[in-house]
């Protein structure tokens, strides 16, 4: 059975947020919730155009503060009224795909120095998550403590930070095991 995409959804909360063009959106899932969610400029593009198109969202064109004029996108009242409907009515579906624990589940079949090249690159990974975690919440402490949204933002950045070590410290527990053997 296919699954339905979320990227609509995803879109549409995030203009609910902020008026933004594509570029904008996609830097903006770089910068915030790039640790639980992705979307690519390949699915970005084209579910803007379906947006509009539904009359979920309007583009326009606005003028920056360097007086420069930029189209952007911002989130109608039917689209805002789709976004929470799903929010309210979509049962929560994770993502069950994990390429890493697939590989350590089929380790056997790997060149095992290949399998730790791989593990290393991945702490480094999480190490390097872990940093923008800690610029994120230092941003959401100085520039966005009184936000509507603060509390829900630093309740996924605690989940985020716990998984990630945890998911650091397990990485590491499987190198070591895989070095043990060789």
């Not at 830097?27 to 640790?35: A, G, R």
């Not at 970005?44 to 509009?52: D, V």
């Not at 993502?95 to 079949?109: D, P, Y």
Request: aromatic share 12%; proline share 2%.
């Amino acid at each position: 059975m296919k699954r339905e995409s979320k990227t609509q959804y995803a879109l549409l909360g995030i203009l609910s947020q902020c008026e933004m063009n594509g570029y904008e959106i996609r830097k903006y899932i770089e910068s915030t919730i790039s640790f639980f969610w992705s979307e690519s400029f390949g699915q970005i593009y084209p579910t803007l155009s379906k947006l509009e198109e539904d009359g979920f969202i309007k583009e326009w064109e606005k003028t920056d503060t360097n007086g420069k004029k930029k189209k952007v996108f911002k989130v109608t009242r039917s689209g805002l009224e789709e976004f929470r409907r799903w929010m309210d009515q979509s049962p929560i579906q994770s993502n069950k795909r994990n390429e890493l624990l697939f590989k350590v589940f089929f380790g056997r079949h790997m060149n095992p120095k290949l399998l730790v090249e791989q593990l290393d690159s991945e702490i480094k990974k999480q190490k390097d998550d872990l940093k923008t975690l800690k610029v994120f919440q230092k941003e959401l402490k100085t520039d966005w403590d009184n936000h509507p949204d603060n509390e829900y933002w630093n309740l996924t950045l605690e989940y985020a930070e716990k998984q990630t070590h945890l998911n650091l410290e397990w990485i590491q527990k499987v190198k070591g095991k895989i070095q043990e053997k060789q």
